[in-house]
């Protein structure tokens, strides 16, 4: 009996039908698009933010004396490094570049004066514990954003510097000059193969292959400090908190969860005789970052399925009140208030369900175009998407027919009868 009542409703005002429909689809898919790149979004974002530098810093026990004077001959091991690639999150891992630092009188042709040379990994690839894409480490992968007029020196290559900015200004060097660098042990020479443009203190220092700094320094297979950039999720109050005061399972929960205080906790356990602190001022920018756009993007979400809703609602409230006459027989002959609300809303529901099949279609469209637009690449819809467009257009059809049903709901049938008499 509901079967053919619903087939003969489908013959009447079928464009009203499909205006059901369409509202249903587009609210659905755009909905469901939104919350699905949303969901995507936090990861690449978090990646891309990665190319404004470390956002961990590791340096040795006793590199700061109390008070914050630097305490001589603290150092750690290069050859530990590797272990950072064996940490729990160690794929959320895409940056690490050690530097070993010290004074030295630098001369050029236009004269000599003290500046800072940094031993660096210039770009190196360390392969990962377990498999896994190589990380490519290094300042070159790290720091994105310097640029350099000249070229960077090879992996390994020795006898290469980068002269910062505002230290070839003074000394007057060119990319293919020589540059004598004095740490007290007389001097050293090296060619410079670029001139290094940061907007910070980098363009006051010159920067070496690692392996030359040590040998240098006379400090072979030593570092001074060590930046990790690691791919890391919003901080929360659960996060900020110390991890001394957290009960077992808030330690478990807390120790695997990508935060930015968990991966430094686990890279310090990592490396022997480190001490790893975050950049609070980056991982406080990327937390504010990241939750305004989930923010965003469900108050977008939340907004197109309201619109739908309104629209599903008039269009159903018209087709409501065409059929005044059939409903009020349908009273008139016995039926229930629930029957009535089972009848018209099976109707809505199946639209929806409809609806929301090609809600489905367009989100995986518009999910790809988000992806090629925001991101520079396509992203994949994921098994998740459909069912979380057919969930939105049954909300959004259920939403929609709250009110028209409370009006046929409100007809008396009386009245109803004898005007269509």
Not at 348 to 373: D, K, M
Not at 374 to 395: N, Y
Request: aromatic share 4%; with cysteine.
């Amino acid at each position: 009996m509901v079967l053919r009542i619903l087939r003969g409703a489908v013959r009447l005002h079928p464009m009203r039908l499909a205006l059901v429909v369409l509202s249903t689809a587009m609210g659905a898919g755009i909905a469901s698009a939104l919350g699905f790149v949303a969901l995507q979004a936090e990861d690449r974002i978090a990646r891309e933010l990665r190319s404004f530098g470390a956002n961990i810093v590791v340096e040795p026990v006793g590199a700061t004396a109390p008070g914050g004077a630097a305490a001589g001959g603290a150092s750690l091991q290069e050859a530990d490094l590797a272990r950072v690639l064996t940490i729990f999150w160690r794929h959320n891992v895409v940056g690490l570049a050690p530097s070993l630092t010290a004074p030295a009188t630098v001369a050029g042709p236009g004269g000599a004066e003290r500046a800072l040379v940094a031993g660096v990994w210039f770009e190196r690839r360390l392969p990962r514990a377990e498999g896994g894409e190589d990380l490519v480490a290094g300042v070159v992968p790290l720091f994105p954003h310097w640029t350099v007029d000249g070229r960077w020196p090879a992996p390994g290559e020795r006898g290469a510097a980068v002269v910062g900015r505002a230290v070839a200004t003074r000394l007057g060097v060119r990319p293919g000059a020589r540059l004598a660098v004095d740490v007290g042990k007389g001097p050293a020479t090296y060619t410079v193969a670029g001139l290094l443009a940061t907007g910070g203190l980098e363009e006051d220092e010159v920067l070496i292959d690692l392996s030359d700094a040590q040998a240098l320094l006379g400090r072979p297979g030593e570092i001074s400090r060590a930046l990790v950039s690691a791919v890391t999720v919003p901080l929360d109050a659960f996060g900020r908190r110390p991890p001394s005061g957290m009960t077992r399972l808030e330690y478990e929960k807390w120790f695997c969860t990508p935060y930015v205080t968990s991966v430094a906790r686990q890279v310090e356990e990592a490396i022997r005789g480190s001490r790893a602190r975050p950049v609070w001022s980056i991982a406080e920018a990327e937390a504010r970052v990241l939750s305004r756009l989930g923010v965003l993007m469900a108050i977008l979400a939340a907004l197109s399925l309201a619109a739908a809703a309104l629209a599903v609602a008039s269009t159903f409230a018209a087709r409501v009140m065409g059929r005044r006459a059939e409903i009020a027989l349908m009273r008139a002959c016995g039926a229930s208030a629930w029957q009535v609300v089972l009848l018209l809303g099976a109707e809505i529901l199946a639209l929806g369900a409809l609806g929301g099949v090609l809600g489905a279609a367009l989100a995986a469209v518009l999910v790809r175009v988000l992806g090629a637009v925001v991101f520079g690449a396509p992203l994949q819809p994921g098994a998740a998407l459909a069912p979380l467009a057919v969930l939105a257009a049954l909300l959004v059809a259920a939403a929609g027919a709250v009110w028209p049903l409370r009006r046929a709901l409100a007809l008396e049938p009386a009245p109803e009868l004898k005007e269509a008499a």
